[in-house]
Nanobody
Framework: QVQLVESGGGLVQPGGSLRLSCAASGRIFSINTMGWYRQAPGKQRELVGTITSGSRKNYADSVKGRFTISRDNAKNTVYLQMNSLKPEDTAVYYC?????????????WGRGTQVTVSS
C-alpha cells in the first residue's frame, strides 16, 4: 500500500504565502509524476501543477508566476510554494503521485488539505 499525506494548509490573507508538502510512504519502488490538484466548493477538481521524476514542470494558467512546484526524490515528497494568494485560490488541495510499487504502477491520492484565502 502507498499513502500520501498533505500538510501546510491553513488560513491566509490575500497576497500572502503558504507552502504545502506531500509525503509518500509505503511500498514504493519509484515515483514518476507527482502533482497538486484542487477542488473549490461546487466545482470540479482541477490541475494546479505537476512535476516529473526528471523535474519537468507543468502549471495551470491560473497559477503560473505565483505557484512553484518542487520535489525531493530522496524523501518522496512534493512541495507547492504558493505566493500572491487570491481568494479564488481557496480550495482543498490534493496531492497525487504515480507510483511504481515494484509489482504495479498506479495513481495514488492524498486526503487533501484546506487552503482558505480571506481577509
Amino acid at each position: 500500500q502507498v499513502q500520501l499525506v498533505e500538510s501546510g494548509g491553513g488560513l491566509v490573507q490575500p497576497g500572502g504565502s503558504l507552502r504545502l508538502s506531500c509525503a509518500a510512504s509505503g511500498r514504493i519502488f519509484s515515483i514518476n509524476t507527482m502533482g497538486w490538484y484542487r477542488q473549490a466548493p461546487g466545482k470540479q477538481r482541477e490541475l494546479v501543477g505537476t512535476i516529473t521524476s526528471g523535474s519537468r514542470k507543468n502549471y495551470a494558467d491560473s497559477v503560473k508566476g505565483r505557484f512553484t512546484i518542487s520535489r525531493d526524490n530522496a524523501k518522496n515528497t512534493v512541495y507547492l510554494q504558493m505566493n500572491s494568494l487570491k481568494p479564488e485560490d481557496t480550495a482543498v488541495y490534493y496531492c497525487k503521485a504515480t507510483v511504481n510499487t515494484g509489482w504495479t504502477t498506479g495513481d495514488y491520492w492524498g486526503r487533501g488539505t484546506q487552503v482558505t484565502v480571506s481577509s
